[in-house]
């Protein structure tokens, strides 16, 4: 189980790479201009993908960090272009990876706790989160893929099995 979900948050990050290595393409205008079909912004959706990550990653850490510090910490405005997301994420990246190496077969299956803002204390499992924090990227990768084509800048296919092949 637990190469598994490695194996998962290596596809995961080979995506993001994907994507950011075509968002590069983009004018400084394009990255940071809503699309009207997705409603938001290359730039937008990206940092929005590594804010939920970075979100849930606290959280597995036990770590209380407001959604409003993330959202300043994380927000559009701090990336008006492609490589300012690269440092952060690549931080995540290895903080992530740290954690699921910190890991035994075992934690995949436990709950972890946490309040939200609102004082309700919610329990999820570990791997489910972690499925999630994957599933949450692959859906918002789409959206940006579908901007990036609409743009003439394809990342081609992201599929999981394209990750697979040597």
């Known amino acids: 189980m637990k190469a598994y979900i490695e194996q998962l948050m290596d596809y995961n990050y080979w995506a993001n790479g994907l994507i950011m290595k075509y968002a590069e393409k ?3 205008e394009q990255f ?7 409603q938001d912004s290359p730039q937008a959706i990206l940092s929005h993908i ?18 409003d510090e993330l959202h300043k910490q994380f927000g559009p405005q701090n990336y008006p272009e492609i490589k300012a997301l690269y440092g952060a994420w690549f931080e995540l990246e290895l903080r992530m990876r740290q954690l699921l190496a910190d890991f035994d077969e075992k934690d995949l299956p436990k ?3 946490y309040i939200r803002p609102n004082g309700e204390e919610r329990s999820y499992r570990y791997i489910d989160i972690l499925t999630h924090v994957v599933l949450h990227g692959m859906q918002h990768r789409a959206e940006a893929a579908f ?10 296919n992201l599929d999981y099995n394209y990750y697979l092949q040597p």
């Not at 590594?50 to 770590?63: I, Q, S, V």
């Open 147 to 156: 901007i990036l084509t609409h743009y003439g800048h394809s990342p081609g």
């Open 32 to 38: 940071v201009q809503p699309v009207s079909e997705v």
């Open 111 to 113: 709950s972890f706790s």
């Open 50 to 67: 590594m804010f939920a990550e970075r979100y849930w990653l606290d959280r597995m850490e036990g770590k209380l960090v407001s959604a």
């Open 26 to 28: 983009l004018t400084a």
